[in-house]
């Protein structure tokens, strides 16, 4: 009897040691999935939710220092904060700093993918000089070559900047060119073909789309289908097909087989498009969406008096429809509108209104940014934090020299800033586009003197 009670009062134990131990664990594994969601008590004794910040740097293993401290980690890190503002600064010898305030929110990984820090004392490399001028200077969307020719000439110069070595491949371009002046270069997403906009002895436009690896494949667009277009634009990324307008009329080219379709729609004044979705303005200020296969939708209408601008874009696989109506920004985030949906199912994420009624909308940075100009004046929409930024700089030219850093000349210089605004700089004397080679490690830009002596420059930014 005796030996049965001591049997269960050790079986008891054994439950009850059991029962704390996996209380014990419960609790740990809880309190762990806490803190790895951010939670901890802070100095008032309250319990709240950190967020995080993802820092990263060009180059990496820059010193980060947080509120005046400076914390063991280099970049690239992850570092859990407090919510609220602070303000993170990179330095790493031999590199100018890079320092912006930052607001975290309770929860949120905040990115800092973009801090580029530039390589002190440069020297400047002269790599082509052309006593002449140029024609034009075009880098290409993948940061591997540049296009460019000198002033009259049909010879085109296409520059290889890849390597330590750049390499110069000439185009032969007399038979396209000749008789016509160069207006405007626009380069494909795949970079292999640029659209070229000439007008002749008659002042008259000619678009003439090159083929830079086979000049044997281009076509003077004008010429082949005896239409004076208005407009045309890549309509994907391979330039396969091209988006045409004239008199208002928007038309397809598929340019393997030459063939121009049927209009597509009429009294249109702007179109935007995103894959194969298309979106148009008419005349009367309705915006339509287009599909093949399906009947044009009608998703929106604006006062006709009104000066309207679209924008139809892609994020992080999030699509937006975006529109300026005359000083006001809308931004819509989710599904495209169709049969079933309407442009009231989408979100409504952004309403605001701007500094400046645009001359320009586009979409930039790989789908994160829309971008509303007037001269030197932007607002640009960040679609990662939906965050408006509005600032002027000074310049009429704008450029990206990577996905977030924006170029612009100013009395001779090259200033560059995030796409905020923040850690604005002078970088080097220049008078013409500037680019970041795709293995960072170059800056290119074009320098013309006052006797007007053409210079490709480049500058060693990272060691």
């Not at 007037?374 to 990662?384: R, T």
Request: some cysteine; glycine content about 6%.
């Amino acid at each position: 009897m005796e030996r049965e009670r001591k049997k269960r009062a050790r079986a008891v134990k054994v439950a009850i040691t059991d029962t704390v131990m996996v209380i014990a664990l419960v609790a740990v594994v809880i309190l762990l999935t806490f803190i790895a969601m951010g939670y901890n008590i802070n100095k008032d004794g309250e319990v709240g939710q950190q967020g995080i910040a993802q820092i990263h740097s060009m180059p990496s293993g820059a010193s980060i220092t947080i509120d005046g401290n400076t914390i063991i980690p280099r970049t690239n890190a992850s570092r859990m904060m407090e919510p609220g503002e602070h303000y993170v600064e990179l330095t790493r010898d031999n590199y100018d700093s890079w320092g912006k305030t930052i607001q975290i929110e309770p929860g949120v990984v905040y990115k800092m993918d973009y801090p580029r820090l530039f390589l002190q004392n440069r020297e400047v490399e002269n790599v082509r000089e052309y006593s002449e001028g140029l024609e034009f200077f075009e880098p290409a969307p993948n940061h591997d070559s540049i296009l460019y020719a000198t002033k009259g000439s049909t010879e085109w110069n296409w520059l290889d900047i890849r390597g330590d070595d750049a390499i110069d491949k000439k185009l032969d371009m007399s038979g396209q060119l000749s008789g016509l002046t160069i207006d405007d270069v626009e380069w494909n997403l795949n970079n292999d073909k640029v659209l070229v906009k000439t007008h002749n002895a008659e002042n008259k436009t000619e678009w003439i789309l090159v083929y830079v690896k086979d000049l044997e494949l281009d076509v003077n667009l004008t010429k082949q289908f005896d239409t004076d277009f208005d407009d045309v634009q890549f309509a994907n990324g391979g330039g396969e097909r091209l988006y045409v307008t004239e008199n208002g009329n928007l038309r397809e080219i598929v340019t393997g087989d030459k063939v121009i379709s049927q209009v597509m729609a009429s009294s249109v004044k702007d179109y935007a498009f995103e894959g194969d979705t298309l979106m148009y303005l008419t005349v009367d200020n309705k915006v339509m969406m287009y599909r093949e296969g399906e009947k044009d939708l009608e998703i929106t209408q604006f006062d006709t008096p009104q000066n309207v601008k679209i924008a139809l874009s892609e994020y992080l696989s999030k699509k937006y429809v975006s529109f300026v109506v005359d000083n006001k920004l809308y931004v819509y985030k989710g599904e495209y509108p169709n049969d079933e949906r309407t442009l009231n199912d989408m979100d409504l994420i952004f309403e605001s209104d701007l500094d400046i009624t645009p001359t320009k909308f586009e979409v930039d940075g790989a789908g994160e940014f829309l971008i509303a100009r007037d001269g030197s004046k932007l607002s640009v929409f960040d679609a990662e934090l939906s965050k408006l930024h509005q600032y002027t700089l000074e310049g009429e030219q704008m450029f990206f020299l990577d996905l977030y850093l924006i170029g612009t000349i100013h009395d001779g210089n090259l200033i560059v800033c995030d796409f905020d605004n923040t850690n604005r700089r002078e970088l080097t004397k220049a008078t013409g586009q500037a680019i970041i080679t795709k293995n960072n490690k170059w800056l290119y830009y074009l320098a013309v003197d006052d006797a007007g002596k053409a210079n490709i420059n480049r500058e060693q930014i990272l060691d």
